[in-house]
Nanobody, 118 residues
Framework: VQLQESGPGLVKPSQTLSLTCTVSGGSITTNYYYWSWIRQPPGKGLEWMGAITYSGSTWYNPSLKSRTSISRDRAENTVYLQMNTLKSEDTAVYYC???????????WGQGTQVTVSS
């Protein structure tokens, strides 16, 4: 299974971030996998942002829920992340990952750097 994140490297404050996780070698609808978005700000640890399950249910980190939306396109085998009202603190490497639940991941994308700056 391979995961590939893509999106803009630079976003202005207050704008909306849209990231794509393209999955190959496995279906995003396969029981019972969760597809998570995780980020790592510079010098800090990993932060789980949210996930969409094989059935399409979504789960969010409560601290980010008001600004975050995760969706999918089954035909394209792709998972999406949208985050609005970006701040400089959202600067991070953003990863997508597959797991059987939250916190247990067996495949990761290589990550994509997002910098929030004017």
């Amino acid at each position: 299974v391979q995961l590939q994140e893509s999106g803009p490297g630079l976003v202005k404050p207050s704008q909306t971030l849209s990231l794509t996780c393209t999955v190959s070698g496995g279906s995003i609808t396969t029981n019972y996998y969760y597809w998570s978005w995780i980020r790592q700000p510079p010098g800090k640890g990993l932060e789980w942002m949210g996930a969409i399950t094989y059935s399409g249910s979504t789960w969010y980190n409560p601290s980010l829920k008001s600004r975050t939306s995760i969706s999918r396109d089954r035909a394209e085998n792709t998972v999406y992340l949208q985050m609005n009202t970006l701040k400089s603190e959202d600067t991070a490497v953003y990863y997508c990952a597959r797991g059987r639940g939250i916190g247990e991941y067996d495949y990761w994308g290589q990550g994509t750097q997002v910098t929030v700056s004017s």
